[in-house]
């Protein structure tokens, strides 16, 4: 009786049962035979489409030793025994980006000792930043195997079965959370059928993960994984393939050790996004957006990494260039040094991973910053970027935002200028006058409670500044600025801009003013 073979594989992004979780592994699997290039595994005939993908096995190979082959081509392991995936084209040399995926890999899709055994003792791996001669030192679990590499938990190539010898494949098997972390399962595994598990080996590829360091949240998420929701699997390789190139014309925000540091999950999601995205027109788009999964220790598991929230982010905002601003000028992160001599990375402002939330969540870019400088130290390390946050600004595109953060700029420029003609007459510091003011404008603002209070402010702000005269800005956009201040649904709209707009003052008069968007 003649044996039937699961093969050709064929699997269509399409396939109206496919979850965002079927999407993003066909995408890992793409980027997969994308990396194999023309030297794919012996005996293995892989095609790839726009929205299919189809693996073909040629000669008298079994099932068995097919799926053998193409995991061995999968899942690899590097000579310093850590985790590497063909299919997210790591670039040679760059060992701290495959260092920090296999920290947190580890930690997530195979966080349980048995599905990667290895060392007790963690290894060292020295890290140099760029632009920067001192060396960081981060520590990684280094393993002999993993669970990708002989599909363990699935049932697939398990010798203990009856047709193990015959080189079939059973028709159905389970998966794992080695294959989706954080997924419940009850008293039995989730079982699904051959072919689907065999898919799902590849979501490990298909996925950006990152450390998560946040300070907006309470809670004390570690990890994050972004499930990128796929529209075109050969745009989607080529893209991943981009990532790992350095270009002088597209800045890449996750092709680094640092670049995997963030302080939250839209963050996460946004960065890898616009990586993404970077070389794309519109029309070209590989994804529509993803789904961003925090993962952490909660209090009622102590074991084992859980998830602890799901966030589900676009492929498009009004303000995105808003965000791209400040992840460039203020979204790097640090290594700071412990006792011990380690290292441990953080992100050096929380204000791209605000700005982030807020867009996820449909609020204004600019929703919260006051919680950003309500502690007067936060305030002061705030105004040491305020080049950095003048650049932001300058990335806006809503008009009203405009408005009012240039009127503001104009009239803080003026009372300075009030401050330095005092100073000259009076012998008196200047520096130390321009601190006072600005520390008792951020209290003032801080304080209002009503719409009116806070119109009022910014009018008798702008008329100080002018000693009762008509300040530019307003007079040029007086209807438009007057419509926005006295609507009582902007009130933590204008309290936030008011705020964004003293911490955002720079007075080159080299850079590029706001009113010249």
Not at 188 to 216: D, H, Y
Not at 384 to 392: A, F, Q, S, T, W
Not at 444 to 468: P, Q
């Given at each position: 009786?003649?044996?039937?073979?699961?093969?050709?594989?064929?699997?269509?992004?399409?396939?109206?049962?496919?979850?965002?979780?079927?999407?993003?592994?066909?995408?890992?699997?793409?980027?997969?035979?994308?990396?194999?290039?023309?030297?794919?595994?012996?005996?293995?005939?892989?095609?790839?489409?726009?929205?299919?993908?189809?693996?073909?096995?040629?000669?008298?190979?079994?099932?068995?030793?097919?799926?053998?082959?193409?995991?061995?081509?999968?899942?690899?392991?590097?000579?310093?025994?850590?985790?590497?995936?063909?299919?997210?084209?790591?670039?040679?040399?760059?060992?701290?980006?495959?260092?920090?995926?296999?920290?947190?890999?580890?930690?997530?899709?195979?966080?349980?000792?048995?599905?990667?055994?290895?060392?007790?003792?963690?290894?060292?791996?020295?890290?140099?930043?760029?632009?920067?001669?001192?060396?960081?030192?981060?520590?990684?679990?280094?393993?002999?195997?993993?669970?990708?590499?002989?599909?363990?938990?699935?049932?697939?190539?398990?010798?203990?079965?009856?047709?193990?010898?015959?080189?079939?494949?059973?028709?159905?098997?389970?998966?794992?959370?080695?294959?989706?972390?954080?997924?419940?399962?009850?008293?039995?595994?989730?079982?699904?059928?051959?072919?689907?598990?065999?898919?799902?080996?590849?979501?490990?590829?298909?996925?950006?993960?990152?450390?998560?360091?946040?300070?907006?949240?309470?809670?004390?998420?570690?990890?994050?994984?972004?499930i990128p929701d796929i529209i075109d699997l050969k745009k989607f390789a080529l893209a991943m393939e981009r990532?790992?190139?350095?270009?002088?014309?597209?800045?890449?925000?996750?092709?680094?050790?640092?670049?995997?540091?963030?302080?939250?999950?839209?963050?996460?999601?946004?960065?890898?996004?616009?990586?993404?995205?970077?070389?794309?027109?519109?029309?070209?788009?590989?994804?529509?957006?993803?789904?961003?999964?925090?993962?952490?220790?909660?209090?009622?598991?102590?074991?084992?990494?859980?998830?602890?929230?799901?966030?589900?982010?676009?492929?498009?905002?009004?303000?995105?260039?808003?965000?791209?601003?400040?992840?460039?000028?203020?979204?790097?992160?640090?290594?700071?040094?412990?006792?011990?001599?380690?290292?441990?990375?953080?992100?050096?402002?929380?204000?791209?991973?605000?700005?982030?939330?807020?867009?996820?969540?449909?609020?204004?870019?600019?929703?919260?910053?006051?919680?950003?400088?309500?502690?007067?130290?936060?305030?002061?390390?705030?105004?040491?970027?305020n080049g950095d946050l003048h650049k932001v600004a300058n990335a806006i595109k809503n008009k009203e935002d405009?408005?009012?953060?240039?009127?503001?700029?104009?009239?803080?420029?003026?009372?300075?200028?009030?401050?330095?003609?005092?100073?000259?007459?009076?012998?008196?510091?200047?520096?130390?006058?321009?601190?006072?003011?600005?520390?008792?404008?951020?209290?003032?603002?801080?304080?209002?409670?009503?719409?009116?209070?806070?119109?009022?402010?910014?009018?008798?702000?702008?008329?100080?500044?002018?000693?009762?005269?008509?300040?530019?800005?307003?007079?040029?956009?007086?209807?438009?600025?007057?419509?926005?201040?006295?609507?009582?649904?902007?009130?933590?709209?204008?309290?936030?801009?008011?705020?964004?707009?003293?911490?955002?003052?720079?007075?080159?008069?080299?850079?590029?003013?706001?009113?010249?968007?």
């Amino acid at each position: 009786m003649e044996i039937e073979s699961i093969f050709p594989l064929t699997y269509r992004l399409s396939d109206p049962n496919y979850t965002i979780y079927h999407r993003a592994a066909l995408g890992g699997l793409a980027a997969t035979i994308k990396a194999w290039g023309k030297s794919p595994p012996d005996g293995i005939l892989p095609k790839l489409e726009q929205d299919s993908v189809t693996i073909e096995k040629i000669g008298d190979l079994t099932d068995r030793e097919a799926l053998k082959r193409i995991l061995d081509a999968s899942f690899k392991l590097t000579e310093d025994k850590l985790i590497d995936l063909p299919g997210q084209f790591i670039a040679e040399g760059n060992d701290g980006l495959r260092v920090c995926i296999h920290q947190i890999l580890t930690k997530t899709f195979l966080q349980h000792h048995r599905m990667r055994p290895g060392e007790k003792q963690p290894r060292q791996f020295i890290l140099q930043e760029a632009d920067s001669e001192e060396n960081h030192s981060v520590t990684y679990i280094a393993i002999n195997s993993y669970a990708h590499q002989k599909a363990q938990g699935t049932d697939l190539l398990d010798d203990s079965k009856k047709n193990a010898d015959s080189g079939v494949l059973s028709k159905i098997g389970s998966i794992p959370q080695s294959m989706i972390p954080g997924a419940m399962t009850g008293r039995r595994s989730l079982q699904a059928p051959v072919e689907e598990v065999i898919l799902l080996l590849f979501l490990m590829v298909g996925c950006a993960t990152f450390f998560l360091r946040p300070k907006t949240y309470k809670e004390k998420f570690q990890y994050c994984i972004i499930i990128p929701d796929i529209i075109d699997l050969k745009k989607f390789a080529l893209a991943m393939e981009r990532i790992s190139i350095q270009s002088q014309d597209f800045q890449r925000f996750t092709r680094n050790y640092l670049g995997r540091v963030v302080g939250g999950a839209e963050e996460a999601a946004l960065s890898f996004l616009l990586d993404m995205t970077a070389q794309d027109l519109e029309r070209e788009r590989s994804i529509k957006g993803c789904q961003a999964i925090a993962m952490g220790q909660v209090a009622w598991d102590k074991n084992q990494i859980n998830r602890s929230i799901s966030v589900k982010v676009g492929g498009d905002y009004d303000e995105l260039s808003v965000f791209r601003a400040a992840k460039q000028y203020l979204g790097k992160s640090k290594f700071i040094k412990m006792k011990d001599g380690k290292s441990f990375s953080v992100p050096e402002t929380s204000i791209p991973e605000l700005i982030a939330a807020n867009l996820a969540a449909n609020r204004h870019w600019c929703s919260h910053f006051k919680e950003l400088l309500a502690e007067k130290k936060d305030f002061r390390n705030l105004l040491y970027r305020n080049g950095d946050l003048h650049k932001v600004a300058n990335a806006i595109k809503n008009k009203e935002d405009i408005a009012i953060i240039r009127a503001f700029h104009k009239a803080w420029e003026m009372t300075m200028g009030q401050m330095g003609d005092r100073a000259r007459e009076n012998h008196l510091d200047f520096e130390r006058l321009v601190e006072v003011r600005r520390e008792k404008i951020r209290n003032e603002i801080l304080r209002l409670k009503t719409t009116e209070a806070c119109a009022n402010w910014f009018l008798k702000f702008c008329a100080s500044a002018t000693k009762g005269g008509s300040l530019a800005p307003i007079r040029e956009d007086a209807d438009l600025i007057r419509d926005f201040i006295f609507n009582r649904r902007n009130f933590d709209r204008l309290q936030n801009l008011l705020l964004f707009a003293l911490v955002s003052y720079e007075s080159d008069k080299n850079n590029k003013d706001i009113d010249n968007n």
